[in-house]
């Protein structure tokens, strides 16, 4: 198994990781340049998706990948944009989970394991998709006298799920009203 991790970027790189050169042409257009890769390696992709600009550089490394006669292997999305745009509000309003799923799913990674989803509905749209529940990832989270901040009702059926789970002193719950 290969790796990419948007994580290491710039930082040492082992024997197993594969190093990405990502560029902006002056006209803003992005590209990347893999090595370390070849042909038959199955290959690990770490990459948040918080903008349109990573968004295109995931599929840009999965297309280099391909070109290499590689194959992406398990799809790691720590950040998931889009994931809160997932039902439309008013007629004539972008679904933009939709979008992006179908973007991710062009990849054709055998497993996409998204971290903390906001709702069930990415998982739905995003092909072979597994969450990680938030608790895995606040149970490293060792801070005593933490505030966990839920932000709407939507979140508070993960936040009461996860409490167990955590070192967390005290929850403050939020409400909103949308402006359609």
């Keep these: 198994m290969k790796y990419i ?10 024997a197993e990781d594969i190093s990405v050169k990502l560029m902006l042409f002056p006209d803003g257009q992005p590209h990347v ?3 370390n890769i070849a042909a038959g390696d ?13 968004l295109f550089q ?10 290499a006669d590689a194959s992406v292997y398990d799809l790691e ?13 008013v007629p004539g309003d972008s679904i933009d989970i939709q979008v992006v799923a179908d973007c991710i799913n062009s990849i054709g990674a055998g497993i996409d394991h998204l ?21 895995h990832l606040l149970d490293k989270y060792k801070q005593t006298n933490a505030v966990l901040v839920c932000p709407d009702k939507g979140a508070k059926h993960k936040v009461d799920s996860i409490m167990q789970w955590t070192h967390i002193a005290h929850v403050i719950y939020c409400d909103k009203s949308r402006d359609l």
């Design 77 to 89: 999305i720590p950040y998931l944009m889009g994931a809160r745009s997932d039902r439309s509000m």
């Design 33 to 35: 340049i893999l090595s």
């Design 42 to 54: 199955n290959v690990s992709v770490r990459w948040p998706v918080r903008s349109p600009l990573e």
């Design 5 to 14: 991790n948007k994580y290491k970027l710039g930082k040492e790189l082992t």
């Design 115 to 135: 971290y903390d989803v906001h709702s069930d509905v990415s998982l739905k749209c995003i092909n072979n998709s597994q969450n990680i529940p938030a608790y």
């Design 58 to 67: 995931l599929l840009a490394i999965c297309n280099a990948i391909k070109n």
